[in-house]
């Protein structure tokens, strides 16, 4: 890489936040297994299926996230340059809420029932 070595806890304050968000990915990995695999039927049709590649996806994109954002602040930190921005963690939060805001409404929809 360019520039001058960082100091080594940026660096390794770096790879843990790269770290946290690998978890991430795997918990929404095995979240969506998870759903394949166990959730009994829903109340709307593939709704299971839905969720499961929703989660699926969600992990992966998780994961190259975390590596862009890891090797765009390793170079900022070496060129002295201001840290990347990012708002893909209000962006995530926001997903996960509207998940969770659907599942409300699917588990209303089956008690109704």
Not at 74 to 99: C, T, Y
């Amino acid at each position: 890489m360019a520039g001058e070595k960082p100091d080594y806890r940026f660096s390794l304050a770096n790879e843990r936040t790269f770290l946290a968000w690998i978890r991430t990915a795997l918990a929404l990995l095995a979240g969506g297994l998870a759903c394949a695999q166990f959730l009994p039927p829903l109340p709307i049709s593939h709704l299971r299926e839905i969720i499961a590649v929703a989660l699926l996806l969600l992990g992966g994109v998780v994961a190259v996230r975390a590596v862009d954002h890891w090797a765009r602040t390793e170079k900022a930190m070496r060129l002295g340059a201001d840290l990347p921005r990012s708002r893909f963690p209000a962006v995530l939060a926001l997903i996960v809420a509207v998940g969770a805001l659907l599942l409300v409404v699917a588990v209303l929809i089956k008690a109704a029932r």
